[in-house]
T-cell receptor, first 115, second 118 residues
Framework: AQSVAQPEDQVNVAEGNPLTVKCTYS??????LFWYVQYPNRGLQFLLK??????LVKGSYGFEAEFNKSQTSFHLKKPSALVSDSALYFC?????????????FGKGTRLSVIA | ETGVTQTPRHLVMGMTNKKSLKCEQH?????MYWYKQSAKKPLELMFV???????ENNSVPSRFSPECPNSSHLFLHLHTLQPEDSALYLC?????????????????FGPGTRLLVL
């Protein structure tokens, strides 16, 4: 079975500081990994994904994430946070080798960037 | 977000009502999805349609009935709902059919319908 965990319900960071939103996963094979962001009263917007290749993935709005196979992690990072980054962030995983299983999402982490 | 649209954006209904949620994707995709988003819970996949065929039904109660008349439109028909069905219902689409090499495909989401069942 595949699963994803976002250990923090809430992350607070000061504007201009680096931010990290954590994600760990569990799959039997190799993972496809995704990050989505949800602003208030909006649907989920795709930020970035890891399929294969370079472990450091760059995405929209200056975000990046690093795939770490030994730690089964895919943490989302940004060097300098903006107040407009405040939103709900979802990590998702799908096992490459598990047939037709759908995308599994974490519970989400609420990021609050304080001016 | 204009790639996937959902109507209505908000809906209040009584437990005896019948209503329908509509989703339309303008991306030329071949797979469409319904998700339920409740507070402090992971997104719950409800239904998947691939090339207009239902390929996934995650033990959703029969009071939710999906319909996919073509690859661009997806409906969720609601009847005799319960208060615990109140949630944000999200539609998504992806390019390739679900059961091909599309496991790395990105899903694109609509803005959702906020449903309140009284």
């Amino acid at each position: 079975a595949q699963s994803v965990a976002q250990p923090e319900d809430q992350v607070n960071v000061a504007e201009g500081n680096p931010l990290t939103v954590k994600c760990t996963y569990s799959v039997s094979g190799n993972p496809y990994l995704f990050w989505y962001v949800q602003y208030p009263n909006r649907g989920l917007q795709f930020l970035l994904k890891y399929i294969t290749g370079d472990n450091l993935v760059k995405g929209s709005y200056g975000f990046e994430a690093e795939f770490n196979k030994s730690q089964t992690s895919f943490h989302l990072k940004k060097p300098s946070a903006l107040v407009s980054d405040s939103a709900l962030y979802f990590c998702a995983v799908r096992d490459m080798n598990s047939g037709n299983t759908p995308l599994v999402f974490g519970k989400g982490t609420r990021l609050s960037v304080i001016a | 977000e204009t790639g996937v649209t959902q109507t209505p954006r908000h809906l209040v209904m009584g437990m005896t009502n019948k209503k329908s949620l509509k989703c339309e994707q303008h991306l030329g995709h071949n797979a469409m999805y319904w998700y339920k988003q409740s507070a402090k819970k992971p997104l719950e996949l409800m239904f998947v349609y691939s090339l207009e065929e239902r390929v996934e039904n995650n033990s959703v109660p029969s009071r939710f009935s999906p319909e996919c008349p073509n690859s661009s439109h997806l409906f969720l028909h609601l009847h005799t709902l319960q208060p615990e069905d109140s949630a944000l219902y999200l539609c998504a689409s992806s390019q390739r059919p679900f059961r091909t090499s599309g496991r790395g495909e990105t899903q694109y989401f609509g803005p959702g319908t906020r449903l309140l069942v009284l």
